[in-house]
């Protein structure tokens, strides 16, 4: 697949098998985001790589019940008010089981944290798709990144008390009849080009 295929297929995974991922592919993913461009070359992401499947649903459950205790709002961003009202119904899966979810940590107090995540993010996100794995951009952990239980689990799990979460990677097999991902791209309908001749 050459780079432009990588980009233009790839989509998001939102149901996995439980087969593991390799780790010369789960190595091959996360060099791809440590190769990702970082502002001022601070390279301070930190990946976070969670492949322990106690540990996985230990996170499904403390982040079912820090949403389950949260109340939808008033012009709430909608993807939070949906994590809320499915937590509330007691059967959510924030990383949709998938087998391995990498997160990612940077300094709470650097101007460029979240763009240099999002940057790692989506070289891995393009890597997965090349080597025939799906992934999804995970949110919850960033809208939780103050949660006092998580930050005691993610300290204990090596996050450095500088450092919060700013978006975090679903990746394994998908669920799909052939194991593939879903490649067929989603209509552009919105960002805008603006050429300036
Ligand atoms: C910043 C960001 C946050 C996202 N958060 C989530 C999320 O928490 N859960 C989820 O299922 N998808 C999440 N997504 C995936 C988007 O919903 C998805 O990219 C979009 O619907 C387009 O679909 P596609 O990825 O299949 O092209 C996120 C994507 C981005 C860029």
Same mark, same amino acid.
């Given at each position: ?23 010369? /592919? /789960? ?69 949709? &089981? +998938? =087998? ?27 890597? +997965? ?19 006092? $239980? ?7 799990? $090596? ?7 700013? &978006? ?5 097999? =998908?669920?799909?009849?052939? &194991? /593939? =991902? ?16």
């Amino acid at each position: 697949m050459n780079v432009y295929d990588a980009i233009v297929t790839r989509r998001s995974t939102r149901s996995y098998s439980s087969e593991t991922v390799d780790q010369q /592919l /789960l190595d091959k993913i996360i060099d791809a985001g440590r190769m990702a461009p970082s502002g001022g070359n601070s390279q301070t992401c930190h990946f976070i790589v969670i492949t322990n499947k106690d540990l996985l649903q230990k996170l499904a459950k403390m982040v079912k019940n820090c949403f389950a205790a949260m109340e939808v709002t008033d012009g709430m961003y909608k993807s939070i008010a949906s994590a809320i009202t499915r937590a509330k119904t007691g059967n959510y899966v924030f990383h949709y &089981g +998938a =087998p391995c979810l990498i997160v990612m940590a940077n300094d709470k107090n650097y101007g460029n944290n979240m763009a240099d995540c999002s940057c790692a993010l989506e070289n891995m996100m393009i890597m +997965a798709n090349e080597l025939d794995l799906g992934t999804c951009w995970i949110n919850q952990l960033r809208w939780l990144n103050e949660d006092a $239980g998580l930050l005691k689990l993610f300290r204990e799990l $090596g996050m450095k008390d500088n450092e919060r979460i700013y &978006g975090s990677l679903a990746v394994g097999y =998908p669920a799909t009849e052939d &194991g /593939l =991902p879903v490649r067929k791209p989603l209509p552009r309908t919105g960002n805008e080009v603006t050429y300036i001749k």
